[in-house]
């Protein structure tokens, strides 16, 4: 949900060795609002003559100086069929969503010591296919097209640092996450069903060479990925497989913070299925003027 997001960065070209081996085309990342920063309460209520309803609602607290939690939640609706084309199919699909999250960060100025605990919950689904497609009397038959997607998920994720109160260039993170992605789908007479649980964690340890000019990273990486995928046409085909992977990354920053920078990197990493291989990264960058 937009509500939910901070910021959002973005990296053009080959990204970062610190957030794996893949990424060769650049990456995103939705940085979430946090309780401490974010308003203390929030309330948007959305609508418009395509049929979409929407709901962003949240609500922070301080629990006391070191503990904030807040709980998001957000809820959209579109029950009205539009086929302004007259191609007798749906515009846009039919859905219904409730997404639900909750956020604890606490912060200790005094030891170093910050985290955050995410839990999120979705349940969302969607209708799409011909105007007069109706799942009751439809899915299954080649009376009219039509599709359903159903999903569930589930996400925990947390995140722990410690900056030295000695040396704030120096700090020290961790990170977790786990989610299980359930569908159950399926287009005309295909059904295609697919389970994945995932877990992702790393470990980074961040310092300087000599003076802040010249920065460093390094750490640890583990991914775990479990497919539980069917597609069922004539006959079933299961696409079930298992994927996880374990490296080590180092990547060095030199800035003069007036026009050059380069960034060196470099990961060794282990996969079950691809082996063991290297992957080298190096960025520069040059201002002109």
Same mark, same amino acid.
């Given at each position: ?9 973005? =990296? &053009? ?43 962003? =609602? ?10 904030? =939690? ?10 009205? &069929? ?45 209708? =799409? ?29 947390? &995140?722990?640092? $410690? ?14 996450? #786990? ?6 789908? $399926?287009?005309?007479?295909?059904? #295609? ?30 991914? #775990?990925?479990?497919? &539980? ?61």
């Amino acid at each position: 949900p937009g509500s939910w997001v901070e910021s959002i960065q973005i =990296t &053009k070209g080959a990204g970062s060795v610190v957030n794996g081996f893949e990424s060769i085309s650049g990456q995103i990342n939705a940085e979430l609002v946090k309780p401490a920063t974010d308003n203390k309460f929030y309330l948007n209520a959305y609508g418009n003559l395509n049929g979409r309803l929407e709901l962003n =609602t949240h609500y922070n607290k301080k629990i006391n100086n070191k503990w904030q =939690t807040g709980i998001y939640l957000h809820g959209n609706h579109r029950g009205v &069929k539009i086929d302004n084309n007259n191609d007798n199919f749906l515009d846009t699909p039919l859905a219904k969503q409730i997404n639900i999250m909750n956020r604890w960060q606490y912060a200790n100025n005094e030891t170093g010591w910050i985290s955050f605990l995410t839990f999120r919950y979705m349940n969302d689904e969607k209708q =799409t296919g011909q105007l007069n497609f109706s799942p009751e009397t439809d899915k299954g038959t080649t009376n009219s097209w039509g599709s359903e997607i159903k999903t569930e998920r589930i996400d925990v994720a947390t &995140k722990l640092g $410690y900056v030295f109160p000695e040396l704030p260039y120096q700090n020290i993170g961790f990170q977790f996450a #786990y989610n299980n992605h359930d569908q159950e789908s $399926y287009f005309g007479l295909r059904d #295609y069903n697919i389970k994945q649980q995932s877990v992702f964690s790393n470990i980074i340890f961040n310092s300087i060479i000599g003076d802040t000019r010249n920065k460093f990273k390094t750490g640890l990486s583990f991914s #775990y990925d479990d497919y &539980k995928e069917l597609v069922r046409d004539f006959e079933p085909i299961n696409y079930d497989r298992n994927e996880n992977a374990i490296g080590a990354f180092f990547e060095y920053a030199y800035d003069n913070t007036e026009n050059f920078s380069i960034t060196a990197g470099i990961r060794f990493d282990h996969h079950n299925l691809i082996g063991d291989f290297i992957t080298p990264r190096l960025h520069l960058r040059y201002v002109a003027w």
